[in-house]
């Protein structure tokens, strides 16, 4: 019997080998350049390492270069960044673009489908897990998603932290009352978003003390993490948060690679410029 083990990159050796137990062929689909397993995060000298990194680079493997998913904007940087510049799109999915409805919003500048990847700098500064302003922003986003008729299950909210997961979540409590767009737009962390897709995407990086980002940027901006956060969406990719995270003066040499790379994701999006995202008269 032949098995198949899809997201093989999370999955660790032991669990696989007990998989395997099951079969006499093994095809292992995954990605190296995203998320290993939960273990080899909380420690990257773990024995667990994924079955997909233990097999990489043995032979036998075949680049699957065609993504389904994302629109020829989207694929840009993870191409360049991660892929050698093997990776295309479908013809289908190239010319993807967001669809919206006629209706008009104070947040269209920030929509247009004709700019796929936004960058949306509030300047704020001085926050850590959580930020109030993103929150806001996101939210407020997020319903003008809505009323321009993209579908709620086609929306969703990345973020590193929990507490902005939560604190995105309570403000949508509030604004919106319906409790079935509620429970079809996804706010959870990049984790938890492997392995699925939205129309949309909106990433909230919630950090703004370029200090406490310093302090955590092998988490934060881990390559890993900011590659499966921006392949998420078919169409757009909307980054929430602030200059201020980029603050070279804070970082480690060792860490120069990693926020060059961000720089970069920055850089090939459109950067509109909302000061604590209080929209102007």
């Known amino acids: 019997a032949k098995q198949q083990f899809d997201e093989a990159s999370q999955i660790t050796l032991p669990l696989a080998i007990m998989g395997m137990l099951a079969g006499r062929k093994y095809v292992f689909i995954g990605d190296e350049n995203q998320l290993p397993p939960v273990t080899v ?4 000298d773990a024995a667990q390492k994924s079955i997909f990194a233990f097999l990489a680079g043995r032979g036998n493997e075949t680049m699957l270069n065609i993504t389904y998913r994302l629109n020829d904007a989207l694929t840009g ?3 360049r960044t991660f892929y050698r510049n093997e990776l295309k799109s479908s013809q289908e999915a190239s010319t993807r673009r967001l669809e919206l409805s006629p209706e008009t919003t104070p947040w269209d500048f920030a929509l247009t489908p004709d700019a796929p990847m936004v960058f949306l700098d509030l300047c704020h500064e001085n926050t850590t897990v959580r ?3 993103e929150a806001e922003t996101t939210v407020e986003l997020v319903l003008s998603l809505l009323i321009r008729g993209v579908s709620p ?6 973020v590193p ?4 997961s939560r604190l995105i979540r309570s403000l949508m409590r509030r604004i919106i009352m319906e409790e079935e767009i509620l429970r079809k737009l996804v706010v959870d962390t990049v ?5 699925q897709e939205r129309e949309v995407v909106l990433v909230s990086f919630a950090t703004a003390s370029p200090k406490f980002a310093a302090q955590v940027a092998d988490f934060l901006f ?3 993490r900011l590659n499966v956060a921006v392949t998420r969406p078919r169409t757009k990719l909307i980054l929430v948060g602030s200059h201020h995270m980029l603050n070279a003066d804070q970082y480690d040499p060792e860490q120069a690679e990693t926020m ?10 459109l950067v509109l410029t909302v000061p604590n995202g209080r929209l102007s008269e």
């Open 131 to 133: 930020s109030h302003i």
């Open 161 to 164: 932290y929990r507490a902005q």
């Open 153 to 158: 299950e086609e929306i969703g909210v990345v």
């Open 77 to 79: 940087w993870p191409n």
């Open 260 to 269: 060059r790379m961000l720089r970069d994701l920055i850089d090939s999006c």
């Open 41 to 44: 995060l909380s420690d990257p």
């Open 191 to 195: 984790e938890r978003m492997q392995g």
């Open 222 to 224: 881990q390559p890993q």
